[in-house]
């Protein structure tokens, strides 16, 4: 039968109240040695706390819910981990939710988290996503943060990167190297940061006179997959272009091996880019040049964001946007 405090009270002979305290570390009045024999009755009782009774008294579960669209996309580790370890620095644990970017499977994981009563809510949006998990949140009173993709409720706390400016500097840095005729692999369409992406690489062009071509403009999934897929499409189509922008690394690693599948040199004969900085850009053949989005910054700030609300502090600004940066490796060369 599972201990209590009023056993460990009655095997040490002190007060359910003094147990109480020694166990919340609200101790500093109790002597070191009274403080010893509770713990050590603690041990031999093989004590441990009911949570969901202290949950029941406090209104708190010490449980954040995470929830992501891919976990297999090494983007999202690095920001779980800056989730993680805020959140248990600050005494909670963290149910993590992978909705596989499908909408019905995050409005399910909101609801379970809401049942489970969470004391706040990080989200990473699916690509479809509506506002609807929002008024669910609202609605329970359940705090909540907004990572990385933007949701249609401009009152809602957000932390991103400034995608538009961080596909702006490389493509902006392919022009400095002499490329033009730049073919780009969006994301998809309906997701906010591949629009805010996009936006960045028309506005490179614009302000350098290049026209816009959308029959070098191709919608990928951020998937390896839709980078082969989109490359492939691409040299089929006979358009001229001697640089990719991708709107992601894992599209721009498979556009990399599509392109040396057909016996293209990168960047001998094509320069290519990608977009986050995932590990694996690091040790591509030959190196991605690439955007970096600081992965773990995002997760420890939207933390510290929601642990304000949890706590009743007013958060300004509601909209934080971090600064990405651009990666020069050996993927772009100067067109001859």
Excluded: W
Excluded at 226 to 245: M, N, P, R, T
Excluded at 309 to 318: A, E, Q, T
């Amino acid at each position: 039968m599972r201990a209590t405090i009023k056993d460990i009270a009655k095997k040490a002979n002190v007060s359910i109240t003094t147990v109480s305290l020694v166990l919340n570390k609200k101790d500093s009045n109790i002597s070191d040695e009274t403080r010893n024999k509770i713990m050590k009755v603690v041990d031999e009782l093989n004590y441990t706390p009911n949570k969901i009774a202290k949950g029941l008294i406090t209104k708190k579960t010490n449980t954040f819910g995470l929830i992501i669209p891919d976990i297999a996309n090494p983007f999202f580790p690095e920001i779980v981990r800056g989730v993680e370890d805020v959140a248990n620095n600050n005494g909670y644990n963290l149910i993590l939710c992978n909705t596989d970017d499908n909408p019905k499977k995050e409005e399910k994981y909101t609801k379970i988290l809401i049942e489970k009563c969470v004391d706040g809510i990080i989200f990473i949006s699916t690509s479809k996503s509506k506002d609807n998990n929002i008024k669910l949140l609202k609605k329970y009173n359940v705090p909540y943060v907004v990572l990385d993709r933007d949701v249609d409720n401009p009152d809602s706390p957000y932390i991103h990167t400034d995608d538009e400016k961080g596909m702006y500097e490389v493509v902006k840095f392919l022009i400095k190297n002499g490329h033009k005729k730049i073919a780009y692999i969006s994301g998809p369409k309906e997701n906010t940061t591949s629009q805010k992406r996009k936006n960045g690489y028309i506005k490179a062009l614009k302000e350098m006179g290049i026209p816009i071509k959308n029959t070098i403009i191709r919608e990928g999934n951020y998937k390896i997959d839709g980078g082969q897929y989109c490359i492939k499409s691409l040299l089929d189509s006979k358009e001229e272009f001697s640089a990719v922008a991708c709107a992601n690394d894992l599209m721009a690693i498979g556009a990399m091996e599509a392109l040396k599948s057909r016996g293209i040199l990168i960047p001998d004969d094509i320069s290519l880019t990608g977009y986050d900085d995932i590990y694996i850009s690091k040790i591509t053949t030959p190196k991605l040049t690439t955007v970096e989005q600081p992965k773990y910054e995002l997760g420890r700030i939207s933390t510290e964001t929601l642990l304000k609300i949890i706590y009743g502090i007013k958060v300004h600004p509601i909209e934080i946007k971090l600064e990405p940066k651009l990666i020069v490796r050996d993927s772009v060369a100067v067109k001859r």
